[in-house]
T-cell receptor
Framework: NAGVMQNPRHLVRRRGQEARLRCSPMKGHSHVYWYRQLPEEGLKFMVYLQKENIIDESGMPKERFSAEFPKEGPSILRIQQVVRGDSAAYFC????????????FGQGTRLTVV | EDQVTQSPEALRLQEGESSSLNCSYTVSGLRGLFWYRQDPGKGPEFLFTLYSAGEEKEKERLKATLTKKESFLHITAPKPEDSATYLCAVQAADNTGKLIFGQGTTLQVKP
């Protein structure tokens, strides 16, 4: 039973480049959540998606960040024109959405902006 | 505003020395309280979900309890492999499914 798969595990980008983070949910899960963990900080919610829909993006920065979960393929978190402050671990979680949430997390993508 | 506070920030125990981690929460209607374990460089690993005051759940040396204002994670006779950061999170009844996390308690168990 494959868990939540994230890739790449590590990503280095120069300032101004684009970063694309991918997340494949657990089999049977149609709900995806993205969280960001800044150094020495807790996990912060960014966005909640279902297939082809953004349900809650209240935690997403207003500029440069976008997320999608297409009908086919993984969920993508896209960061345009990265800055040093975007360096963090980005985690994806998935759930089947039934009842109180029990989300399972991937191993994360560690983004370093140089 | 929904909020989760964990204490202590860090805890050092000798192997076999039992203790408890605290998670205090303020939420507009609790839908669920969650405990996760996170090892360095890894994603959070799900441990427990608690839904209502008075509920308790156990797994090996860990036991989680819940009141109307806080949750405790009791660790009985810990071993060095229990060393990790323990995260508490809540889901509010009126939100879409996002979790609000505390800062975590980093536990170190020395042999």
């Amino acid at each position: 039973n494959a868990g939540v798969m994230q890739n790449p595990r590590h990503l280095v980008r120069r300032r101004g480049q684009e970063a694309r983070l991918r997340c494949s949910p657990m089999k049977g899960h149609s709900h995806v959540y993205w969280y960001r963990q800044l150094p020495e900080e807790g996990l912060k919610f960014m966005v909640y998606l279902q297939k082809e829909n953004i349900i809650d993006e209240s935690g997403m920065p207003k500029e440069r960040f976008s997320a999608e979960f297409p009908k086919e393929g993984p969920s993508i978190l896209r960061i345009q024109q990265v800055v040093r402050g975007d360096s963090a671990a980005y985690f994806c979680a998935s759930s089947d959405g039934s009842g109180p949430l029990e989300a399972f997390f991937g191993q994360g993508t560690r983004l370093t902006v140089v | 505003e929904d909020q989760v506070t964990q204490s202590p920030e860090a805890l050092r125990l000798q192997e076999g020395e039992s203790s408890s981690l605290n998670c205090s929460y303020t939420v507009s209607g609790l839908r669920g309280l969650f405990w996760y374990r996170q090892d360095p460089g890894k994603g959070p690993e799900f441990l427990f979900t608690l839904y209502s005051a008075g509920e308790e759940k156990e797994k090996e040396r860990l036991k989680a309890t819940l009141t109307k204002k806080e949750s405790f994670l009791h660790i009985t006779a810990p071993k060095p492999e229990d060393s990790a950061t323990y995260l508490c999170a809540v889901q509010a009844a009126d939100n879409t499914g996002k979790l609000i996390f505390g800062q975590g308690t980093t536990l170190q168990v020395k042999p």
